[in-house]
């Protein structure tokens, strides 16, 4: 978080660079099932964000020697496209890649019902098309609902945003200038009905008191977030099943 | 991609003595469940390295070397000089790990040494801008594991910070447009000291520190990392598990009162 030249990023009435609340999370559109091929997909704009999220799976295992005895392999790649950022980002893995699809794949492993498909694996792929800060959040939003999508039982949706801290006050869910140069971001993954945190990471300078507060921001917003996945969810099958009586009038009037 | 580790089926068995003693607030080390193992720590064993210093957390050993060598600056930081990190996770120190690219979980012990390290902006990066845009001084960071019996985090981070305490640099000058190194040598100018405190769950209970055997077994771990002013400056939960709030917030404030004392425990042995 280089900071080049202190930009105000509050202005003087307590808004945002985009106009927003500083607990105020940024415009959010989420779409179940837009991918043919895969078992379950959804996609997500969060901000300026765009993802991509496809679930292959409960498939068998490949290479057999990774399957487990009592439960799915869960598999992740978290990949940004080569145009999704502002300088062209090379295709190939880079280590921020690679950490974050282990952080991602731990934070929906705990809500996964793995124990149920022995010897098989779960394979999630996330796309970034286009970047703009909280793509990990976001694209954990996205998988949870592929997963649920692609039929498989889950404990629970999982939802992610991130708080942080600019201009020395702790705010919700970061956009792109405020990542770069704000103090701090706390991306937080959370099942809201069960009241546990899935994923956590930080980056910054934040008090013991700041913590708190950001934490509660953004578990706060993960209830909100999970609201939407579920009205989301809700909406394709509505669509499914409308589509369907029709179809089943269409036959009998024919 | 990042897959499900496989488990090895004597941790499984192990899981039972494990968590059969935590319940009762004991562990098979005998600590207390908040207790850390003994940490020794020996400054500049490595001659040719700017920096290095060896951490003993319990039988856990790493090794990090710190070398300092001018180097092009970033675009975006034209007047900083740079800071890198990396891990290697070498076959002598588990017979779990292989020789060959570095894995997810190196790079990710690399990476959260390296935010604990950037975050709190311990080393002064523009003191070591030799010509803005054209030249500065790089600091490697290369983090060793030698034996490993858990927690590599925070040995590793206790060991990079000792190294970085411990280095010494050329005093530096520019003549001619060239860079001119003087005979006298000066410390990596430092501004903070981050220390990383991992604690993980295990059946419920919180316990610091864990060993190999208890590794094996957490549910999740969570490691705070913070600077000398108390404050947090890089957190990184790992595992399979899940923490509730209240259990995140118990130990932010556990690794902040422990870093203090682990923290004089790594700078006393400056010379």
Do not use: W
């Amino acid at each position: 978080m280089g900071k080049q030249e202190q930009v105000h990023l509050i202005d003087k009435n307590g808004l945002r660079v985009d106009g927003r609340r500083l607990d105020e999370l940024r415009p959010l559109k989420l779409e179940v099932g837009i991918l043919d091929k895969a078992n379950g997909s959804a996609y997500i704009e969060h901000g300026r964000n765009k993802i991509l999220a496809a679930v292959y799976g409960p498939r068998e295992a490949h290479p057999k020697h990774i399957a487990l005895a009592d439960r799915a392999v869960v598999r992740c790649r978290y990949h940004m496209a080569p145009f999704s950022t502002d300088e062209r980002k090379s295709p190939a893995p880079s280590r921020r890649e690679l950490e974050l699809s282990k952080m991602i794949r731990e934070s929906l492993e705990p809500a996964i019902m793995s124990e149920y498909f022995p010897r098989a694996t779960i394979d999630l792929f996330i796309e970034v098309l286009q970047a703009d800060a909280g793509t990990r959040c976001a694209g954990i939003t996205a998988a949870s609902l592929a997963l649920a999508d692609a039929g498989i039982p889950m404990r629970e949706l999982v939802a992610a945003c991130a708080a942080g801290k600019i201009d020395g006050k702790v705010v919700l869910d970061l956009s792109d200038i405020e990542d770069k140069q704000g103090d701090a971001d706390l991306p937080v993954a959370f099942m809201p009905k069960s009241n546990v945190i899935s994923l956590l990471q930080m980056d910054g300078s934040l008090t013991e008191e700041e913590f708190k507060q950001a934490l509660e921001l953004a578990t706060n917003a993960c209830r909100k977030i999970y609201d939407m996945q579920r009205e989301a969810l809700q909406q394709k099958y509505h669509v499914v099943r409308d589509e369907t009586e029709k179809e089943a009038v269409a036959e009998v009037q024919a | 991609m990042s897959t499900t580790h496989q488990f090895s089926p004597v941790a499984k068995l192990e899981q039972k003595s494990v968590s059969d003693l935590i319940v009762k607030g004991k562990r098979l080390d005998e600590r207390n469940l908040l207790d850390y193992r003994p940490l020794t720590i020996m400054m500049g064993i490595i001659e040719k390295a700017n920096g290095s210093a060896q951490v003993y957390l319990g039988k856990t050993r790493v090794l990090v070397g710190v070398k300092i060598q001018p180097g092009t600056p970033f675009e975006d930081t034209p007047d900083e000089g740079i800071l890198t990190v990396n891990a290697e996770f070498v076959p002598i120190a588990s017979p779990t790990f292989e020789a060959g690219p570095p894995g997810e979980d190196s790079i990710e012990l690399a990476r959260v040494i390296d935010r604990g390290i950037r975050e709190s902006k311990a080393i002064d990066l523009k003191k070591l801008c030799v010509q803005p845009g054209k030249k500065v001084f790089v600091v490697f960071v290369d983090i060793y594991i030698l034996d490993h019996d858990g927690n590599l985090i925070d040995a590793a981070g206790m060991a990079a910070l000792g190294a970085l305490i411990n280095s010494k640099m050329h005093e530096f000058e520019v003549k001619d447009n060239e860079l001119v190194l003087k005979d006298k040598m000066m410390p990596l100018p430092m501004q903070d000291y981050p220390v990383p405190i991992t604690s993980v769950k295990i059946d419920g209970s919180i316990v610091l520190d864990p060993c190999l055997e208890e590794e094996q077994v957490i549910s999740c771990r969570l490691t705070v990392t913070t600077g000398k002013d108390d404050r947090i400056c890089a957190m990184q939960k790992g595992g399979l598990g899940v923490l509730n709030p209240d259990e995140v917030k118990q130990i932010v404030s556990t690794a902040i009162s422990k870093s203090r004392d682990l923290r004089q425990r790594v700078l006393s042995k400056v010379n």
